[in-house]
């Protein structure tokens, strides 16, 4: 199971510390939340604080990056140009999203495919055969720390058997990433349910204990 930290909850005043200990707890990546405040009603960072972000942890670190944005078919690159590998964009913000898709992996990204909890997966399945990830969101975007919306089950069983039925007939393997309120107490249901990558918050950045002693308590849960 990859688990990608999203920075949404850590210590905003310490980033560079934060993220440099998730890094340090053995994590490859950062799942970066970028919100407009129009697509969703939050506003977190953009390009610059991206690069910034990349001159500090230096080149390893895979920036997967979340678009929660109303304009990512037109500015993507610029996340892309900032330092970030994955893009993911939301399928309720994109109007012509096979041009957008395919246009993210010719710049030499790989691409993600985001749906919010009421959006189907039956969505996805016409872009799956070109797609690298979907990212199933299991809270409705814009904040950390809210609940796991338990109904996504049935779409990532769903998506699962879309996913294995195209890898059977020769097709793509495309990564089932799970986006919001997974904790140590759930995660076990979500790698059985065939989620192949996490995305943690608050379930590592928090007061409660170290980004460590949280990863820790993840992988037990794991085990
Ligand atoms: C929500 C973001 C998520 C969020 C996850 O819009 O896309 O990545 O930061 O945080 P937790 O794990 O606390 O729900
Ligand atoms: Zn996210």
């Known amino acids: 199971m990859i688990i990608a930290p999203s920075i ?14 998730a890094i340090d707890a053995g994590l490859d990546r950062l799942h970066l939340d970028v919100m407009d405040g129009s697509f969703v009603p939050n506003l977190t960072f953009g390009p610059p604080f991206i690069s910034m972000l ?21 500015t993507f690159q610029q996340y892309i140009d900032a330092g970030c590998n994955h893009i993911s964009v939301h399928f309720e913000a994109v109007n012509h999203l096979h041009r957008c898709i395919t246009a993210i992996q010719e710049s030499g990204a790989t691409a993600g495919l985001a749906l919010n909890p009421s959006t189907p997966i ?14 199933v969101m299991s809270v409705n975007p814009g904040f950390g720390g809210q609940s796991f919306i338990s ?8 998506l699962r058997k879309a996913i294995d039925d195209q890898v059977s007939n ?16 759930n995660i076990r249901s979500l790698r059985d349910w065939g989620v192949d990558n996490c995305v943690v918050g608050s379930g590592l950045f928090n007061n409660t204990g170290t980004v460590e002693q949280n990863l820790a308590e993840l992988r037990k849960a794991l085990k």
């Open 54 to 74: 990349r001159d500090v942890l230096g080149n390893d670190v895979l920036f997967d990056v979340h678009l929660m944005i109303s304009n990512a078919e037109n």
């Open 8 to 21: 949404l909850t850590a210590d905003l005043g310490n980033l560079g510390e934060s993220c440099k200990s």
């Open 122 to 135: 039956e969505n996805a399945l016409e872009v799956l055969p070109i797609l690298d990830s979907v990212v």
């Open 170 to 185: 020769g097709g793509k393997v495309v990564e089932i990433q799970i986006d919001g309120g997974v904790k140590s107490h």
């Open 151 to 158: 109904s996504v089950e049935n779409k990532i069983r769903r």
